[in-house]
């Protein structure tokens, strides 16, 4: 039997997204563009949203080319000068968008409001419905049943006092 201790640390690696597959170092890539044309192994494209820059595989933004990032659309937002595509967006919120470019599922973030997200995913052309999971789909309708159930008017009670209704 092997021992917890001979595999927890390739199971911590792989979490951190680092796992030692290779027996010969990786080659070196040459510097890459940010508006993905190809100068190394890879293309890259650099993102600046507000001021936070984010990195991405022209492949992973082309799974989907019905959104803004998949799309030539992006092309409008590029900055020739910084070499890099500008969006004057929510970086905290773009992080999920990015997630779901790279995984395929969205989930929505418990601590930002669900109506600035869902105007994030309408900017990026992206429609929740396809692909949220299970998991968000069910935490995001009781969020909207509990604002429904706050914006309802709430029946008046009549108050009795010395038998008469007040």
């Known amino acids: ?22 027996r010969h170092p990786i080659e070196q890539s040459e510097s890459i563009s940010g508006s993905g044309q190809r100068t190394g192994s890879e293309e890259r494209v650099r993102l600046n949203v507000s001021g936070q820059r984010f990195e ?8 989907f080319p019905d959104t803004l990032l998949g799309s030539d659309e992006r092309d409008y937002f590029y900055d020739e000068a910084r070499d890099e ?8 919120i773009f992080r999920r968008v990015l997630s779901y470019y790279r995984s395929g599922r969205l989930h ?4 930002e409001c669900v109506a600035e997200f869902n105007e994030e995913l309408a900017f990026f052309g992206i429609r929740a419905a396809d692909a949220l999971p299970e998991c968000c789909a069910v ?3 009781l969020h909207y049943t509990s604002i429904l159930n706050l914006t309802k008017p709430r029946p008046h009670k009549a108050h009795i006092v010395g038998g008469r209704q007040i």
């Open 139 to 141: 935490s995001t309708m």
């Open 1 to 22: 039997m092997v021992s917890v201790a001979g595999w927890l640390p390739f199971v911590r690696a792989s979490a951190a997204g680092w796992i030692p597959v290779a």
């Open 85 to 92: 595509y500008f969006f004057d967006r929510n970086p905290a």
């Open 56 to 63: 991405a595989f022209s492949r992973t933004l082309a799974r």
């Open 108 to 111: 929505y973030p418990r601590d």
